[in-house]
């Protein structure tokens, strides 16, 4: 009897739980959100929809689906919209339309990603501030400031706290600027992955598990390539990795600076690049993520790191502890329990079909030297010579943005 | 005995008589080529009149072999055609369909069997014998709660979606561009209970699926394909082939016979293979987004029927954008361990960033996702990682 009193009393309790209609929206949240969507539905190409200082409080996912629209708000730390509590997503704002702006405004505790540009070309995301307030965990939403399959984008002065996966994402893309923001307590500070043609600088990624990522995913409408990374503060990034596991960046140890994976023609200089504990710049292939397999990744996909140079960066610290068993004891067989890896790690991966063309080397400059890991063979024999890495590679020509974003 | 059998004919012909009636009080149906008109009887589509969800003269009903699961509703699916106009058949897109057409899709909930009619309780369960007045007539609205109608309006410029929420009596449903979130419980036969929140998408939501080719970016029907309607429905004079039908009263040119044309399993027939389930299964509440022009192509992971069964599906494939969604599991299929992939992981899941689909639900469809979990559990493979 009293089992299934304690039963009854569960189920209801279950039952009361499950009514997330209760979580608190008050009748003036209630009223900005249904008129905020109203706006949204309503607005023609050229519309500006400005949102008043405030924070409010929205139950459901937003969606734009006009060109030529600007959303704006009154100041990243004015204008607050906090999905704390949503019921319908899975994003804060979904996107897809060309000649977008959104500035001035932040998204907050958003289920899944916060802002999602999905195919539209002439994006601007200027001033806006995308944050999980509880901090790194792994039910955060994935994504931050997200366009995707977009040409010609501007995310400037931005900043993004806490994504689960990574804070400033920019998938699949071409002509990409990504400038003076700031990206924290991210899985992935700043990410670019399968895009082409991207300058990513000044921006200040700190306190990630790995602070700016240029990546290749198999599978996917483009290959990546072309992308500068330079006059950025990269600094203690050493979040332990609260990736769900399988998710891509959940392959990224922790105290990771910059990470090159599977990427080509990529151009890392001029940067500050301190106290990432694993590695300042790690160069790595698809297999060092462990989901490289013969039935799931398409034959075409071309895994390794082809025409990657690093020079003219300002190195402090770093490799002091690197994240994983398998790390710390390479660390500890080359450098001893209190030696540090050099700036660059190196998986060791090289496409052994072909003998390397100059323009597909590595090259490593102005680094306390490179430690190629030997990946191939398990860390069995890692080499320090930093002599194969003493070269240049023509360098990158710089993103222009056509047209130039109107901010 | 000769007195009862008459009786009964005069029962069934007063029944056709007052359906007649009904339908020559409604007036005519009304395609409206711009704005939004605030009511759903603006259109007189279907009409609630006389205890009975009314449809009008011309308004067809139709069923898919799969639907899409929307947390348990029913729906009355309908469609309409000016005079002289047909749409042209294609066997593997949506029909083209001539401006003027308006589909209706009418969500709803049989009551509960043991319950007297209150404003949350709706019936979990797959019985829709209680819901029609006839066969190949409208909802018995004594029976059944009325939730919304949603129109997909085929105007000059291409289809527009409009929402519209019944309102508390039940006499008509009111436009509805932003939405509604309605806190329902669903009552099964056993007597469980499962609070949830019925969500009406806003009107741009309506693209999240309807929208197949996000360059593009134009709506479109997804069920008026021939490999969902090729099924039989009961009509009003009896059972007939959707297609013959639609061909018999004009509403469509250029269809083969039913046998030369595609046809999807219905996902819940035990007689069709599992794979056929499984493929109809995904195709229906998958296939729309996740094709090679829609807004999960930036995945790399396509669930529509044309699909070949390897990577494309998610066969040892990893995500692309999942984030949180991978529940830990690290391709979307792992063949013969449906608890280590990812896309029964999503479907089970009832959480906006996690859950799949994306929208369109608030409970997980229990019977969809041991379906697709028996599909994965009997195929072979492996996924072995490369070093």
């Not at chain 1, 706006?39 to 409080?57: C, E, F, T």
């Not at chain 1, 151009?267 to 993520?289: K, M, P, R, W």
């Not at chain 2, 419980?185 to 009406?200: M, P, R």
Request: aromatic share 8%.
């Amino acid at each position: 009897m009293r089992t299934i009193c304690t039963l009854v009393a569960l189920s209801c309790l279950l039952a009361a739980c499950s009514h997330q209609e209760n979580a608190a929206q008050s009748q003036n949240d209630a009223s900005f959100e249904s008129k905020l969507q109203q706006q949204l539905l309503d607005a023609k190409p050229g519309s500006v929809i400005d949102i008043p200082a405030g924070r409010y409080v929205l139950k459901r996912g937003l969606s734009l689906r006009t060109n030529g629209v600007t959303l704006r708000g009154a100041g990243m730390d004015k204008t607050v919209l906090s999905f704390k509590g949503q019921i319908v997503g899975p994003e804060g704002l979904l996107v897809n339309a060309d000649d977008f702006t959104i500035e001035n405004l932040a998204i907050e505790d958003t289920m899944g990603d916060a802002l999602k540009i999905n195919q539209g070309r002439n994006i601007t995301i200027h001033g806006v501030r995308i944050e999980w307030t509880d901090g790194p965990k792994s039910t955060n939403g994935a994504y931050g400031l997200y366009p995707v399959k977009t040409q010609n984008v501007l995310v400037e002065d931005s900043v993004v706290i806490g994504a689960s996966d990574a804070g400033i994402y920019v998938g699949q893309s071409n002509n990409i600027v990504v400038r003076r923001n700031r990206a924290e307590q991210n899985v992935a500070g700043i990410e670019i992955e399968n895009s082409v043609n991207a300058d990513v600088y000044d921006n200040i990624a700190t306190k990630n598990t790995g602070g700016i990522l240029v990546f290749n995913m198999p599978n996917l409408s483009q290959a990546g390539h072309a992308t500068r990374v330079f006059h950025n503060k990269v600094f203690d990034n050493n979040t332990a990795n609260f990736a769900k596991k399988g998710a891509a960046v959940a392959s990224v140890p922790a105290g990771s600076g910059v990470v090159v994976n599977s990427n080509d023609k990529v151009e890392i200089f001029d940067n500050d690049i301190a106290d990432n504990q694993t590695a300042n710049v790690i160069i790595s292939s698809y297999f060092s993520t462990n989901y490289y397999n013969k039935l799931g990744v398409a034959a075409d996909y071309n895994p390794y790191p082809k025409g990657i140079y690093v020079y003219s960066n300002r190195f402090k610290g770093g490799g002091n502890a690197p994240d994983g068993l398998k790390l710390k004891t390479l660390k500890a067989a080359v450098y001893g329990i209190n030696g540090s890896f050099p700036d660059v790690l190196w998986d060791g991966y090289v496409d052994s079909k072909e003998q390397v063309p100059p323009n597909d080397r590595i090259c490593v400059q102005d680094a306390s030297g490179v430690l190629n890991a030997d990946g191939p063979h398990g860390y069995k024999n890692p080499s320090t010579d930093a002599k194969p890495f003493q070269c240049s590679l023509p360098k990158l020509p710089p993103v222009t943005l056509n047209p130039e974003p109107k901010v | 005995m000769p007195i009862t059998l008459r009786a009964r004919g005069w029962v069934l012909l007063m029944a056709l008589l007052c359906l007649t009636a009904c339908h020559r009080d409604m007036q005519p149906v009304a395609f409206h080529d711009e704005g939004y008109p605030p009511k759903l009887s603006d259109w007189h589509v279907v009409e609630a009149r006389d205890g009975v969800l009314q449809l009008n003269q011309g308004v067809v009903p139709y069923e898919l072999n799969t639907p899409l699961f929307t947390d348990y509703a029913h729906k009355l699916r309908t469609i309409w055609m000016p005079k002289g106009v047909s749409a042209h058949y294609s066997p593997t897109d949506t029909f083209d369909f001539p401006v003027g057409t308006i589909i209706s899709k009418t969500f709803f909930y049989p009551l509960p069997k043991s319950e007297a009619r209150n404003a949350t309780d709706v019936a979990r369960t797959y019985d829709t014998s209680r819901d029609f007045a006839a066969p190949g007539q409208g909802l018995k609205l004594a029976n059944v709660h009325m939730i919304e109608t949603r129109l997909l309006v085929r105007r000059k410029d291409g289809w527009v979606a409009i929402p519209y929420v019944w309102n508390a009596d039940q006499s008509d449903a009111l436009l509805a561009r932003t939405g509604d979130v309605q806190a329902l419980t669903l009552v099964s036969d056993d007597g469980g209970h499962e609070n949830f929140n019925y969500v009406v998408p806003d009107q741009s939501q309506c693209a999240s699926c309807h929208a197949r080719d996000w360059t593009t970016r134009a709506l479109q029907p997804i069920g008026p394909k021939a490999r969902h309607l090729n099924r039989d429905y009961r009509y009003a004079d009896g059972d007939e082939n959707q297609l013959v039908h639609l061909l018999r009263v004009g509403y469509l040119t250029g269809a083969p016979a039913p046998a030369a044309a595609p046809r999807n399993a219905n996902w819940s027939d035990t007689h069709a293979s599992l794979d056929a389930r499984a493929r109809a299964y995904l195709d229906i509440n998958c296939g729309h987004c996740h094709n090679p022009r829609g807004a999960a192509n930036t995945t790399g992971l396509t669930l529509d029927i044309d699909t070949p069964e390897d990577r494309h599906i998610g066969i040892c494939k990893p995500p692309t954008a999942a984030g949180q969604g991978t529940g830990d599991h690290l391709f979307d299929i792992v063949p013969g361990h449906p608890d280590d992939s990812i896309v029964p992981y999503r479907l089970g899941s009832a959480e906006p960033g996690t859950m799949m689909p994306e929208i369109g639900r608030s409970t997980v469809h229990k019977e969809g996702l041991a379906l697709i979990k028996a599909w994965i559990a009997v195929q072979s493979g492996d996924c072995m990682v490369l070093h």
